[in-house]
C-alpha cells in the first residue's frame, strides 16, 4: 500500500498546475546516451582483448590503473569544486568566469606538476611497480596528456553546473565514436602489446585534447560578453573545497592502485609466469567485469534520480517519505541484482564464448555471477547513503574495505592464486554490503524484507539452474537467445506464483519520475 503523500502539481482550489519535464528529459537522455558509450566501450574491449590477447589487456589495465592515480592526484577534486562553486555564483546571479578561470588555473598548475612526476618516474614505476620495463613509453604518453583531461574536467564541471547537459555529453559521445573508429582503424594495423597501448594512449589522449579546445571553444562563446569580477576569498573557498576532496580521492585510488597491482605480483609468486598472471589479471579485469556491470548501468540511472529525491526528503523532515522510499528501492534493487545474478550465472560460458572466444572468461563470469547480488545493491545502498547525507560514512567505508582487500590478497593471492582473489574480492565486498546496509537501516530504522529476499534468491537459482541444464548442449547464439528468454520467462512466472512480485511497483516509479519533473 503507499503512502499518501500530498500531491505536489496542485495548487489552490486543486488546479492541477503544469508539469515540467526538465529533469525527467535530462535525466532519461543521460540515460540513454550513458547506456551508447558503455555499449561502445564494451564493443571496442571486446575487439581489443582478442587483438592483443590477455595479457595485452592485462597491461592496459595495470597502466589505467597508474593513470587513474595520476589524473586522481592531478585534479584533486577540482570537478566537483567547480560544479559547487559555479552553481553558488549562479545562484547569486554572480559571473561564473571568475570562478572557472580560478578553478582552471588550479587545475591546470596541479595536472602539469602530476604530469612532470609521472613523466620523470615512469622508468621506475613501470619497473618497480608494474614489473613491466615496456611500459615506461606509455606511461609517458599519458603524462603528456595529463593537463589536457583535468582542463577537460573543469570545463565539463562548468557545463554541468549551468544544465548545458545535452551540448557536453553530444560532444563526448561523438568524440567517443570517433576515437572507437580511429583506434581500430590504427590498432589493426600494429602489432604488439606495448605498440598498441602506445597507439591506444595517443588517441585517447589527442581526444582529450579535442575534447578541451570543443567545450573551450562554446564556453568563449557563451562568455564572450561577461567580464571578469573581483571575488574576494574565492581562492580560500576553493582550496577548502578541493584539498579534502582531493584527498580523499586520492586515498580510495591509492588503495585502489595498490589493490590492482598486488594482483599480477601475487599470481607471479604463486607461481605463474609473468605473462600469464597478466593474463589472468586482464581476463577478470578487461573482459569478466565490464560484461557484469553493463547492466548496471540503468541501476546508476536509477540511482541518479533516487539521491536528490532523498535529499530533499530529508531536508524537508519528511521522515515517513525517506523509510518508504528505501524500503521500496531495497525492494527494487534485490529484484533487479537478484534477476541479472541468475542470467548472468546460467547464460556465462555461451556469452563468453561468443564474446572472447578461446579464453577462460566464461569460468570467470561463473564463479563471480553471485557475487552480483551484493554488488548490485551496494550500489543501490551507496547512492541512498549519499542522498541521506552520509557520504563521510560511505567514504570510510570504501577505505576499510580496499585495506581488508589488500590485506587478504597479500595472505591468500600467493597461496591459492585466482582462488585466493575470488575470495579477497568476495569477503571485502561482503564487508563493505555489510557495513553499508547496517548504516543504513540504523539511520532509517528500515527492517529487511527477509521473505521477499529468500522467494527471490530461490527463484532466481532455480531458474538459472534449471536453464544452464537445458542450454548445455546448444551452441553460443542460440543459448544466448533462447536461454535468456527463457530465463526470463520461468522468473517471472514463479515470482508470479510465490507473490514475490507487487503490482505497485511500476507505478511507484512513474510516480518517482513525476515528483522529479516538478522540481
Known amino acids: 500500500m503507499l503512502i499518501h503523500t500530498p500531491c505536489p502539481y496542485t495548487g489552490t482550489g486543486g488546479v492541477r498546475l503544469p508539469i515540467r519535464n526538465t529533469l525527467v528529459r535530462h535525466t532519461l537522455f543521460l540515460s540513454v546516451a550513458s547506456i551508447?558509450?558503455?555499449?561502445?566501450?564494451?564493443?571496442?574491449?571486446?575487439?581489443?582483448?582478442?587483438?592483443?590477447?590477455?595479457?595485452?589487456?592485462?597491461l592496459v589495465q595495470l597502466i589505467g590503473t597508474v593513470g587513474i592515480l595520476a589524473a586522481t592526484l592531478g585534479t584533486a577534486g577540482v570537478r566537483v569544486g567547480a560544479m559547487y562553486l559555479i552553481a553558488d555564483a549562479r545562484g547569486r546571479h554572480a559571473s561564473t568566469r571568475t570562478v572557472t578561470a580560478c578553478c582552471l588555473c588550479y587545475g591546470t598548475a596541479l595536472s602539469c606538476l602530476a604530469g612532470a612526476a609521472l613523466f620523470a618516474a615512469a622508468p621506475w614505476i613501470s619497473g618497480h611497480w608494474l614489473q613491466a620495463p615496456e611500459a615506461a613509453g606509455p606511461l609517458r604518453i599519458l603524462a603528456t596528456f595529463l593537463p589536457a583531461g583535468c582542463i577537460g574536467a573543469v570545463l565539463g564541471g562548468w557545463f554541468t553546473a549551468c544544465v548545458k547537459i545535452k551540448q557536453l555529453t553530444a560532444v563526448e559521445l561523438l568524440l567517443q565514436v570517433l576515437l572507437f573508429g580511429v583506434n581500430i582503424f590504427l590498432l589493426s594495423r600494429a602489432s604488439g602489446s606495448v605498440q598498441c597501448c602506445r597507439i591506444l594512449l595517443t588517441v585517447n589522449g589527442l581526444g582529450d585534447v579535442a575534447l578541451c579546445l570543443i567545450l573551450g571553444l562554446l564556453y568563449r562563446r557563451s562568455q564572450r560578453t561577461v567580464q571578469l569580477e573581483k571575488t574576494p576569498g574565492l581562492w580560500r573557498k576553493l582550496l577548502r573545497l578541493c584539498v579534502p576532496l582531493g584527498l580523499s580521492d586520492l586515498l580510495r585510488s591509492s588503495l585502489s592502485t595498490t589493490e590492482h597491482l598486488l594482483i599480477p605480483r601475487g599470481l607471479a609468486a604463486y607461481?605463474?609466469?609473468?605473462?600469464?598472471?597478466?593474463?589472468?589479471?586482464?581476463?577478470?579485469?578487461?573482459?569478466?567485469?565490464?560484461?557484469?556491470?553493463f547492466p548496471a548501468t540503468l541501476l546508476y540511472a536509477f540511482s541518479d534520480l533516487l539521491v536528490p529525491e532523498l535529499a530533499r526528503c530529508t531536508a524537508a523532515g519528511s521522515e515517513r517519505r525517506v523509510h518508504y522510499l528505501t524500503g521500496r528501492c531495497l525492494h527494487l534493487g534485490a529484484g533487479y541484482a537478484c534477476t541479472i545474478a541468475g542470467a548472468a550465472f546460467c547464460l556465462a560460458k555461451p556469452l563468453a564464448e561468443l564474446l572472447y572466444p578461446g579464453t577462460q572468461t566464461g569460468h570467470y563470469?561463473?564463479?563471480?555471477?553471485?557475487?552480483?547480488?551484493?554488488?548490485?545493491?551496494d550500489a543501490i545502498v551507496d547512492a541512498m547513503l549519499k542522498g541521506l547525507g552520509q557520504q563521510v560514512a560511505s567514504v570510510c567505508y570504501n577505505c576499510i574495505?580496499?585495506?581488508?582487500?589488500?590485506?587478504?590478497?597479500?595472505?591468500?593471492?600467493?597461496?591459492?592464486?585466482?582462488?585466493?582473489?575470488?575470495?579477497?574480492?568476495?569477503?571485502?565486498?561482503?564487508?563493505?554490503?555489510?557495513?553499508?546496509?547496517?548504516?543504513?537501516?540504523?539511520?532509517t530504522g528500515q527492517t529487511p524484507d527477509w521473505v521477499f529476499a529468500g522467494k527471490m534468491l530461490g527463484c532466481a537459482a532455480l531458474c538459472a539452474l534449471a536453464c544452464r541444464t537445458a542450454l548445455r548442449h546448444l551452441g553460443c547464439l542460440p543459448a544466448v537467445l533462447l536461454g535468456g528468454g527463457g530465463y526470463l520467462t520461468l522468473l517471472v512466472f514463479l515470482l508470479w506464483l510465490s507473490r514475490a512480485l507487487r503490482p505497485g511497483d511500476l507505478r511507484w516509479m512513474r510516480q518517482l519520475l513525476q515528483r522529479q519533473s516538478h522540481f
Not at 582483448?49 to 589487456?57: L, M, N, T, W
Request: charged content about 5%; some cysteine.
Open 36 to 58: 551508447w558509450m558503455r555499449t561502445i566501450g564494451m564493443l571496442f574491449q571486446i575487439w581489443l582483448s582478442g587483438h592483443i590477447g590477455a595479457a595485452g589487456i592485462g
Open 271 to 293: 607461481g605463474l609466469a609473468h605473462g600469464n598472471a597478466l593474463a589472468a589479471y586482464g581476463t577478470i579485469h578487461g573482459m569478466v567485469f565490464p560484461v557484469m556491470m
Open 365 to 377: 563470469l561463473q564463479l563471480f555471477a553471485p557475487l552480483l547480488v551484493l554488488l548490485y545493491l
Open 401 to 443: 574495505t580496499a585495506g581488508l582487500d589488500i590485506l587478504l590478497l597479500l595472505v591468500l593471492l600467493p597461496r591459492w592464486g585466482i582462488d585466493g582473489y575470488y575470495w579477497a574480492f568476495a569477503v571485502s565486498h561482503s564487508v563493505n554490503f555489510c557495513l553499508s546496509i547496517g548504516r543504513l537501516l540504523r539511520h
